[in-house]
């Protein structure tokens, strides 16, 4: 099938009645795409207006047709895929169990809509390319490179690992990351595989075993297949652990807020003791965005934990000890724990004197190194309530995300960018080639040129860049204007003392001791506001937002 009888073309999503015909040919699409056929109906009614959508069944088929589910077919399914969503309703809200959540991922999702649109500009120089094509005018493979990254753009995620030994509450930080408890997370006290938590739109567990198969199972099932009991976990019984012939869990879910904004994370079991320790960190660190390393406050790192952290670190850099993990974070946790302030800055302390003395993160503008307690936020995210324990989450969930979309994400959208260059420049030098071979019997128009290269300059990502750079210059802003602000502070003393000298009150001291005492306090509060707004459009005004606007 082409392009075009595969793709539902506009002018038929305009029919308000459906033929056989047109019936046949809407189930050869759905047949090539795996839409099931009971499906079919949902489509008869938006093309003709009549009848209530089941919410479920259209919830389906927006993820059925989900273009990243095309990685390995032609373009042209994607094409087809995209056609078919466009004539669907909008997908329906999904009704959440969860009271509240007060955990938001804004920037991720500004992300996507960055992602979606260089899809589209993708796709834009893939017609433009196959139209070429149908004129004999550029090889065949450039089609080929043009799906390839089209597939590549698509299935982009952040990958996220949260690494941690048994019982440091990675259950509990996974339920506040996502924004909802989920259950068969929360109710196994130690599981023995790797878990995956990913977006869908029903709520599935998949099971994916060492010799291969894979299935779906319940949760109850999995609960008795994929963990083993406490007190094996405690006591170290890695028998248990090694006997397990299941690979990894799969769980998709529809109400995840961080998996719906494009991450799937990827959750270790409690690796004290496991008997594949360094296979695990392995596979879970492959491909990795961001890993997440888990600690307790009132059991800070003790040996194993070291190794463990430093495996990490090295599985991140591919094999290199000397240097800094880039995509490292530590989070300890429980600390609600500590019984007093100073408890909070010991720990604080040695934790920040280890990383520094290991060389084992990068200190950049964003913090790898947070202090949570992943219990009272959660509970703070399910009563709706802002107080320290949420404030501190929410710290450690923005740097979280800003890593992800400037850092990891430029890179991705970069990445893309320079691929769908060279497809565009690998296309004119064979259109200029073309263009002389036929000494000047056929000339390629300006216009058409132009179309191509305006295609270039739309993939540029200049969006991306345009928003680095505001963050960038929000944070010299912002730096600039603190060590501004305490050098005013400095001298501010000895100029109002400087001032004070011209003060004065009609009032007597000793007879009117109340008057006299609100005159100077109103002399002494004129010259503050002057003192300062003299430093807000001098000094933070001219000298520093100014320069910074320009």
């Not at 006299?516 to 300062?532: C, G, P």
Request: aromatic share 8%; with cysteine.
């Amino acid at each position: 099938m082409t392009s075009k009888n595969l793709g539902v073309e506009s002018e038929y999503l305009e029919v308000r009645d459906i033929d056989i015909k047109e019936k046949q040919y809407l189930g050869i699409v759905a047949k090539n795409l795996g839409v099931k056929s009971e499906y079919l109906e949902v489509f008869e009614i938006a093309f003709t207006h009549q009848g209530n959508f089941d919410a479920n069944a259209l919830n389906e088929l927006h993820f059925l047709l989900d273009a990243s589910r095309f990685q390995e077919l032609d373009t042209v399914f994607v094409k087809a895929a995209s056609d078919m969503l466009a004539i669907l309703p909008a997908k329906p809200e999904i009704k959440t169990t969860q009271k509240h959540t007060s955990v938001s991922y804004d920037e991720l999702k500004k992300f996507q809509v960055y992602r979606q649109k260089l899809d589209r500009y993708c796709y834009q120089v893939f017609q433009i390319i196959q139209e070429c094509q149908n004129h004999n005018l550029l090889p065949n493979t450039l089609i080929n490179e043009v799906s390839t990254v089209s597939k590549k753009i698509q299935s982009q995620r952040f990958r996220l690992a949260v690494i941690g030994e048994f019982s440091q509450g990675k259950s509990t930080l996974l339920n506040a990351l996502l924004g909802e408890e989920i259950q068969p997370v929360r109710a196994i006290p130690c599981s023995g595989t790797v878990t995956v938590l990913k977006y869908g739109t029903q709520k599935r567990v998949i099971c994916r075993y060492k010799d291969g198969r894979s299935e779906e199972i319940a949760f109850e099932e999995y609960k008795v297949k994929a963990t083993i009991s406490k007190e094996a976990a405690l006591e170290h019984r890695s028998d248990e652990l090694a006997q397990s012939n299941i690979e990894e869990i799969i769980f998709e879910h529809p109400e995840l807020a961080l998996c719906k904004n494009g991450v799937e994370i990827v959750d270790s079991p409690g690796l004290n003791e496991h008997p594949q320790r360094t296979a695990i960190t392995q596979k879970i660190l492959t491909d990795t965005d961001a890993a997440i390393f888990l600690t307790n406050a009132t059991r800070l790192l003790p040996e194993k934990e070291k190794e463990l952290l430093h495996d990490v670190r090295y599985q991140l850099n591919n094999s290199s000890k000397k240097e800094p993990a880039d995509n490292l974070f530590v989070l300890v946790n429980f600390m609600d724990n500590l019984d007093n302030q100073e408890d909070i800055q010991d720990v604080k302390q040695r934790l920040e004197s280890f990383v520094k003395k290991e060389n084992l993160l990068v200190f950049k503008e964003i913090n790898r190194v947070h202090y949570i307690s992943a219990k009272a936020a959660l509970k703070s995210i399910q009563n709706g309530n802002n107080d320290e324990y949420l404030q501190s989450f929410q710290m450690f969930t923005q740097s979280l995300e800003k890593f992800l979309t400037l850092e990891r994400g430029t890179l991705k959208i970069n990445r893309a960018v320079n691929d769908i260059t060279q497809v565009i420049t690998k296309c004119l030098d064979s259109l200029y080639i073309v263009e002389e071979s036929l000494d000047g019997k056929i000339k390629l128009s300006e216009i058409g040129k132009k179309e191509i290269l305006d295609k270039i300059g739309e993939a540029s990502g200049c969006d991306i860049r345009i928003y680095n750079l505001v963050e960038k210059r929000k944070e010299l802003v912002i730096e600039e204007a603190q060590k501004s602000w305490e050098e005013w502070n400095k001298g501010l003393e000895n100029r109002i003392l400087q001032k004070s000298k011209q003060w004065s009150s009609k009032h007597s001291p000793v007879f009117s001791q109340d008057k006299l005492i609100k005159d100077y306090t109103t002399q002494f509060t004129n010259e503050l506001m002057r003192d300062i707004d003299v430093w807000g459009n001098q000094t933070l005004k001219e000298k520093i937002l100014q320069k910074h606007l320009e």
